[in-house]
């Protein structure tokens, strides 16, 4: 594939208590949105409970946004 240095920036507002959650396609292939958010796991869980659901690698990265 062709390496880029140029960077995407997107900006958004966030509610409180609002979740961020970065992962690799092993855990989106077995989980929707709905399914990561709902249960307010850590990443950790997130890839412990699907380890054995799926046999591509899962990375995933759990932020809990605060605001002012």
Request: glycine share 4%; hydrophobic share 45%; proline share 0%.
């Amino acid at each position: 594939g062709v390496i880029s240095r140029e960077v995407d920036v997107t900006s958004v507002n966030v509610k409180k208590g609002a979740r961020l959650v970065v992962a690799s396609d092993g855990l989106w292939d077995i989980m929707s949105n709905a399914d990561v958010f709902v249960n307010h796991e850590s990443a950790q869980q997130l890839v412990d409970r699907r380890r054995t659901a799926v046999e591509d690698n899962i990375t995933a990265i759990v932020v809990d946004l605060k605001t002012k």
